[in-house]
């Protein structure tokens, strides 16, 4: 039982549920960005460059034959792959600049001086100090 009831806690923590969420929405950001790059992207770029469709450029390494299929380097398609991640990136950045661009700016809490110089010899003494261990002088 013990087991159990500590993976119960472990799944139920506030960091693993909101990494799950984030995987959940990023596939379907995926999805949207792959349908973008693919539907709206590609074909009037593909128009522009001859009414090419780059998802059926291949490069055939085999012929298809009676008993086996065609053999391709399909690089049309790693091209619309490539499109995706630049848009997920440039998105996933513009994001982060953004979150951080909102972010609370932490005030960073003034440190009060522990150590003093001394006039005299340039030596570090303590605050509270009335005279200087180093040179005697009076401060």
Do not use: H
């Amino acid at each position: 039982m013990g087991m159990l009831k500590e993976f119960k806690e472990f799944a139920m923590r506030g960091n693993v549920l909101d990494m799950a969420v984030g995987i959940i929405i990023g596939a379907a950001f995926g999805k949207i960005v792959s349908s973008f790059v693919n539907d709206v992207i590609m074909p009037p770029i593909g128009l522009l460059l001859g009414n090419v469709d780059f998802s059926q450029l291949a490069i055939t390494i085999k012929e298809k034959t009676a008993a086996s299929e065609a053999v391709t380097l399909n690089y049309g398609v790693f091209i619309n792959t490539i499109l995706d991640f630049v848009i997920v990136a440039f998105v996933i950045f513009m994001m982060i600049k953004q979150m951080n661009r909102f972010k609370r700016k932490e005030e960073v809490p003034v440190v009060e001086p522990t150590t003093k110089e001394c006039p005299r010899c340039f030596s570090a003494i303590p605050i509270k100090a009335t005279r200087c261990p180093n040179c005697t002088s009076d401060l």
